[in-house]
């Protein structure tokens, strides 16, 4: 799969992203609204209300646009929100009932100062509170780059409420066997720093963020985690004087994460680092959580 020939716009510094994102959806007569929720503009798909029923759970598919300042975000998010694009491309032609929303997030960014900061907080809050709140969250983020699906992995509270542990567990198998059907690399699961997830997790909506690695680096840092201590927690977000245990020191807990995280955040996270590739397996994930309602039960 090529690039699109516009993806290298879409990362100028002086890209209106918000604006760049809604008249692509426009070239493919899809209309969408712009939910201003505490200052972050979040882009939310309209498809025509046919394609609900409340029969089903609804599957909510998200990709953040906002970047780093200063930086191209090539991977970090636009690799995810390329990939929505072209779901909402493939859902606006279905004339079935599908219970897909596509929802580009604002605000994703800020959450490295807190997850409350964090724009999908809000977002998810305010779903809650209009009853919105049904269903699975699908978050994509960094899928620009190798062969390997993973799953984000997380800690859940050890107190938490039953039914949503039931609802995430149903959720992460629900991924795994998508992954079954469509990679040979299974059920791979890794410590990754929040995305979105975050935001909608603490407002107790299931959600799961999906991300791709290269098979070197996937191996590698499998290999890492078993032999440096510290590293796991302190890539889930931990502040490493919270971490009871011997700790390695931090410029090799920097260094022992895959190379396509180290380039997030900087100069290097460019259009040379993707590899297309990568698009045709995304698209085959969201291809697979298009097709399949779920029906809603009683837990």
């Not at 990939?83 to 929802?103: F, G, Q, T, Y």
């Not at 049904?134 to 050890?158: A, M, N, S």
């Not at 590698?220 to 931990?238: A, E, F």
Request: glycine share 6%.
């Amino acid at each position: 799969m090529k690039l699109p020939s516009d993806y290298s716009d879409f990362l100028q510094l002086d890209c209106d992203r918000k604006t760049f994102i809604q008249n692509r959806l426009l070239e493919s007569g899809i209309k969408s609204s712009v939910l201003v929720i505490d200052g972050k503009e979040h882009i939310y798909v309209d498809f025509p209300s046919g394609c609900y029923s409340s029969r089903y759970k609804l599957k909510t598919l998200v990709a953040h646009y906002d970047r780093v300042p200063g930086t191209c975000g090539a991977n970090d998010n636009s690799s995810g929100v390329f990939a929505l694009l072209e779901a909402a491309k493939k859902i606006a032609v279905l004339d079935s009932v599908h219970n897909v929303r596509i929802i580009f997030t604002d605000g994703e960014e800020e959450g490295r100062f807190g997850v409350v900061s964090q724009g999908a907080y809000s977002l998810a809050k305010k779903m809650k509170e209009l009853n919105e709140d049904d269903g699975d969250v699908f978050v994509f983020d960094c899928v620009g780059r190798g062969e390997v699906p993973v799953i984000c992995e997380i800690d859940l509270p050890p107190k938490i409420d039953r039914l949503f542990s039931r609802k995430y567990t149903n959720l992460i198998s629900q991924v795994q066997n998508i992954f079954n059907r469509i990679s040979s690399f299974n059920n791979v699961m890794l410590p990754a720093s929040y995305s979105d997830n975050a935001g909608f997790l603490a407002n107790g909506i299931p959600a799961v963020a999906i991300t791709m690695l290269p098979k070197d680096e996937v191996l590698n840092y499998m290999s890492n985690l078993k032999r440096i201590p510290g590293l796991r927690q302190s890539v889930m977000n931990r502040k490493l004087e919270d971490i009871p245990s011997k700790v390695a020191p931090e410029y090799i807990l920097r260094e022992s994460v895959p190379l396509t995280w180290r380039y997030i955040h900087t100069e290097f996270d460019k259009i040379t680092t993707l590899t297309p590739s990568s698009f045709t397996i995304i698209s085959h994930i969201i291809d697979e959580i298009i097709k399949h309602n779920y029906l809603k039960t009683v837990m």
